[in-house]
Structure formats: C-alpha cells, structure tokens
C-alpha cells in the first residue's frame, strides 16, 4: 500500500513554549496558548451543535482530520460522559499522519487535569504507529476511537461509515496543504449524510471553496481567542450510496444473535454483542474451548510479512487489539516471545522485518524478540471473554432460515434456539456451511522439564506449561487425522533438539499431558468473516463475473441472516477479537473497525467471487 514501510513517522516536538507542544516541520502549535481545551470545545462541539446534534441517534459518529495529542477526542468523550443519552454508541472516527508517541502524549493531556481520569484511559489503550486502522473500545461509556494512521486522502479513501460531524483539525492550511485539498473534501462529502455537520479554525479561502464544491453550504462565525472567525458548513449535496462489490461490507442485521460455538471466536463474538447490549445466545456441543481452542496453553504472536499490504496491516492491528482485550484477564502473561530464524534465509528475513517495523520487534543477533507477544491459558481466557453469556449445550445438525429469522435443530429434528441470525463460529465445524474451509491437524505434549525462560517459537514453540513442565508444540498435518500421538512427541522432541538443544538436553521421559485439535484453515491463509454466500448471492453476481459487456453491476443485496468468523488456523486468539468487534459492528450499523481493503481481504464472500469466475 505504501513504499516506506509499514508504520508513520512520529512528530518531531518542540516542548520550548509551557503552552503546549509545537510541529518544527510545519511550523504550528497542536492546540490553542490561550486554552486548547476551551478551544475545542467552542470551535469543534459547539461548532457541530454538540450535544444537541447526537440526540435520537443510535449510532452518533464524529470524523476528525488531525487526531494530534486526541485532545479533542477526549473533550468530546467527556461531553458525552455528561450529556450524552442514556443509550446509544458514540464513535470517533479520526486520521493522523504522524501519531504521537505514548510519553508525548502523556505529557501533553498533563495540561488537563480535569481530564486526567479519561486520558489515563486512552493512554492505556494508546495504539502503535502501525499504519491502517487501530479500534479502541471503552465499553463503559458506549464509546469507541477508531483512528487511522496515514495520509489524510489515503485515510479517507479506507473509512467505511456514514459521518454526522467532522471536525477539521489539521495544521493551518497554508502549512499542510496535503490535508486540506479538493479530493479530501469529496472523500469528506462522499462519507457524508444529509444534514452532515462540519467545524473548523479556518477561513482560509481554499478551505471555504473546498467544501462548497464538495456539497457543503458554509458559513463565518466568531472565533476563539485571538481568532476572529471560524467556519461552520452543512452537507447539502447528494449522498453516496453503499458501493456495490462482491466483497461488500456486511449489511446490518438487528436482532437476537446466535453463535454455533464456544471457542475463541464464538467467545469474543459474544463479548462484543454484549456489550452493544444485544441479546446473544452461544451453543456448542461440548462447551467452552473444547475444540481448537481447548489447548493447555498458546503463544500470542503477531503474523509478520515483509510488505504493506492490506492483509498485513489489518493482521497486526488485529494482534494488538487481541492484546489489548486480553491484558488483566487471568491466565494472560505478557512476557515476550523470542523468535528463532529456521535457517539463514529465514535469519535475513527476520533482521530485514525488525529493520522495517517499531520498537516491539528487535532483532538481538540470536532472534526477533517481540517484548508485545504473550503465553496464554486459553480455556481461561475463553471462559473469561463468555462471562454471563448464555450457553446451551447441544449439537446442531442444520439451520432453517426464514424470512424473519432463524432455526437451529439438533440430530434428532428439535429446535434448539430461534434467533434472527446466527453466525457460524465453530472452527472446523463450520465447514457444513462454507466448503472453502480446510482441515488441518495438529498436536503437542506437556513434557517434564524445567521451562524456559522466556517462550522461543521458530515453526514449532517452547515454553512453561501452567503447573510445570515444558509444552512443545505444535504439529500441522493437512485434514482431520494428526495420526500416532507418539510420533508426533517424537518429532516435536527432536525439532526441538534441533532449535533448542539446551531445553531439550533437560527434558525428562514422562508425558505429563498431550492435546489434538482440528484447525480450520483457507487456502489465502486468512480467515473469513461475513455472510455464508449462497444461491442468491450467485443470482447476483452471475452475469457480472463473465466480464462480458455490458457489464452491469447488480443491486443492493437482500436480507441475510446466515454469518460465519472462522478460518483462523493457528491465530485464532490473535486475529479472532478484532474479526469480531468488526463483524458485530458492522451487523450494528457501525463504522467499520478495518481499513475498506483489509476487511475485503478477509470477506467471506471472497471465495465464492473466484469460485464464480474460475466457472467460466
């Protein structure tokens, strides 16, 4: 997506001036010397009739260009905290080319103590600067950050959501100009809805023309401080409807939810229904973790690529939401993971990898060390992420879909459970619904020995099992049959030999425990999450894939009520969180928690578009 790497520089600060941190490459303060907060709150909330403007609206999303110090995110958080309804999501979706670091945050919000409360809050969350889209989730105050980390008309161009009000933040136009040109304003006009509320500190003339040739009516008002006037602009032009794409965004479906299985991704799907206050109800036919997911213990690990690609950001954002959503929970052990190159090649591009990514993947001369990775218990983790959500314990043999909902029926032809939709998140299990799944099996043993130190993964892994010895892992045989458990512990013994001699030398004859699994597994190697395509879905797009002109795209889509998040493979609590909390928002009506391109990437529907054109 980008020639220069995979994360945004940091701004360059000048700290000299106690009013608050100033931009030497672009010669501009980041907030008002008079009171940056005041500021905000005149010229951005009040700017867009905030709080009046958010009443009556399920979903109230605010879009922002110039996330800077997230000053004006967390007046706006503060001002819904206060006067916000008593239901209902508020969402800040911004950009920021050159996010600041943690520390420099913290010492810009140190200004505001009557925010401290809430900043200690964003700080915790604070994202890299990992290029793409970063989801931050405050689910006690009906709340969510989701910024995106690029140049402003990139930004724009990957932002799926219908935006009530902007707050155009940037540096002064005559500064920055990349921030202020005609195509951000279409894109800011196209992600607008009639009524759509824009503010801003300028009047520079560009500014004004801009918006008015995007669709906006605009108009002065007074300024702040020093400022004589500002802008105010409403949208009045034509809005945009919903692209039409055989991976298009997963429409919206309200109602009880459904979710076939209990593991991973059955479990942070009921985390984040629950807390959109949606009625969800999980059934697994055993119970919670006991399929993939059921393993002693797991490494978190982010998957790493050598490129900017769609997939690659949207993968690591989705290992540092995992993080993030993990992070205080029982049997969670941020403790680092040193990765092992296999052989020189693989050394190569280990060092080449570190050099391109940030502070939390260093190359020590033996290996990457990754300080953000994790060991896990991952039956205590998916107990955790279920809470209270309610559980029945049976088989599903088949879902009947309706007009109006769904019916799930066990073997003997009862119905278990009517929803209005259901989503398929049983691992492998899910393949009775979408064959573009594949099995892949896999094992590993608890060995007596004393652990290692800090957890070592080169292919296979090694770290401290929870109650003693060393856990090995893991095997990958392609279907549903891992074969022999104890030729399986010996190739996992002599791997290790090979990578870990040290370990291995100390390991003792006695199994103290051994697992199997069936992993579910796509041919991309990413997983799925969206509708289970079927008949109508090939209605749709039958003409349209043979490329014959002319060349019509079809319709919106009809209702669905069929849904599946599966085919993490290996990473399914690392990818599975962030899948979810995206999937939920989008079946929510909310703006979407992935960059347009990554999320179509892993779109279900992706296969069922090839398997389409190959038919030709």
């Known amino acids: 997506m980008s020639a220069d790497g995979l994360y945004c520089q940091p701004p360059q600060l000048d700290w000299s001036q106690p009013s608050g941190p100033r931009a030497p490459d672009y010669g501009d303060i980041y907030f008002s010397a008079e009171d940056g907060l005041e500021e905000t709150r005149a010229v951005f909330l009040q700017g867009c009739d905030l709080p009046h403007d958010w009443q009556g609206k399920p979903n109230y999303v605010v879009g922002e260009l110039g996330f800077g110090t997230g000053l004006n ?4 958080w503060d001002l819904w905290r206060r006067e916000g309804p008593a239901t209902g999501w508020l969402h800040f979706v911004s950009i920021e080319k050159h996010p600041l670091r943690r520390e420099d945050a913290a010492r810009a919000f ?10 200690a809050q964003l700080l915790a969350q604070w994202p890299s600067a990992l290029k793409g889209a970063h989801r931050l989730v405050f689910p006690d105050d009906r709340f969510t950050i989701t910024l995106f980390q690029d140049e402003a008309e990139l930004a724009l161009a990957q932002i799926e959501a219908q935006v009530d009000a902007w707050f155009l933040d940037g540096f002064a136009p005559d500064r920055n100009e990349a921030m202020w040109s005609q195509t951000v304003f279409d894109r800011i006009g196209r992600l607008s809805r009639a009524g759509t509320r824009v503010a801003t500190f300028t009047v520079a003339g560009a500014v004004r023309r801009g918006l008015q040739q995007a669709g906006f009516s605009v108009e002065k008002r007074p300024g702040f401080g020093r400022k004589r006037q500002r802008l105010e602009a409403i949208y009045a032009g034509a809005v945009t409807p919903p692209e039409i794409s055989p991976v298009e965004r997963t429409q919206p479906c309200a109602g009880r939810v459904a979710i076939i299985g209990a593991g991973i991704a059955g479990a942070s799907l009921a985390l984040a229904f629950r807390r959109r206050g949606r009625e969800v109800v999980v059934v697994d036919a055993v119970g919670p973790a006991a399929g993939a997911s059921g393993a002693p213990v797991g490494l978190l690990t982010p998957r790493l690529e050598r ?16 993080r993030r959503t993990y992070l205080g929970l029982d049997g969670f052990y941020p403790e680092g993971v040193l990765r092992l190159p296999r052989d020189a090649e693989d050394r190569d591009r280990l060092a080449l990898i570190a050099s391109r990514m940030d502070g939390d993947h260093v190359w020590d ?9 994790a060991r896990f218990e991952p039956r205590r983790l998916v107990t955790q992420l279920l809470a209270d959500t309610p559980l029945i314990i049976a088989q599903i043999n088949r879902v009947e879909e309706g007009e109006t909902g769904v019916r799930l029926f066990d073997a003997d032809g009862g119905v278990v459970l009517e929803a209005d939709l259901v989503i398929h998140a049983s691992g492998w299990g899910a393949n009775a619904v979408f064959d573009a799944l594949d099995a892949n099996a896999g094992q590993l043993a608890v060995i007596e020995g004393a652990p290692p130190q800090r957890a070592v993964v080169w292919g296979g892994y090694a770290c401290a099992a929870p109650g003693g010895g ?14 022999p458990i104890e030729a399986a512990i010996t190739g996992l013994r002599a791997d290790l030999a090979l990578h870990r001699p040290q370990i291995a030398a100390g390991l003792g004859m006695e199994v103290l425990q051994s697992w199997a699994g069936i992993r579910a597994v796509t041919s991309d190697q990413l997983p799925v999450s969206g509708p289970v395509a079927g008949s109508e879905f090939t209605a749709r797009w039958q003409q349209y894939s043979t490329g014959r002109l002319p060349r019509i795209k079809p319709g919106p889509p009809g209702p669905c009520r069929q849904f599946i998040l599966s085919g993490f493979g290996s990473r399914g609590f690392a990818h599975a969180p962030l899948l979810a909390e995206a999937l939920a928002g989008d079946l929510s009506g909310e703006p979407g928690a992935l960059e347009r391109a990554g999320r179509e990437c892993l779109q279900s529907t992706r296969f069922a578009w090839r398997r389409l054109k190959r038919s030709h």
């Open 73 to 76: 995110a967390l007046a706006l």
């Open 110 to 119: 140190s200004a505001w103590p009557s925010l401290a409360g809430l900043s």
């Open 307 to 322: 490129t900017d690609r769609p997939h690659v950001r949207a993968t690591l954002a989705a290992f540092e939401f995992a």
């Open 365 to 373: 001369g033996e290996g990457l060390w990754q300080p953000q990775a």
């Open 470 to 483: 060393v856990m090995l892992g893991t095997t990958h045989v392609r279907g549903e049959e891992a074969g």
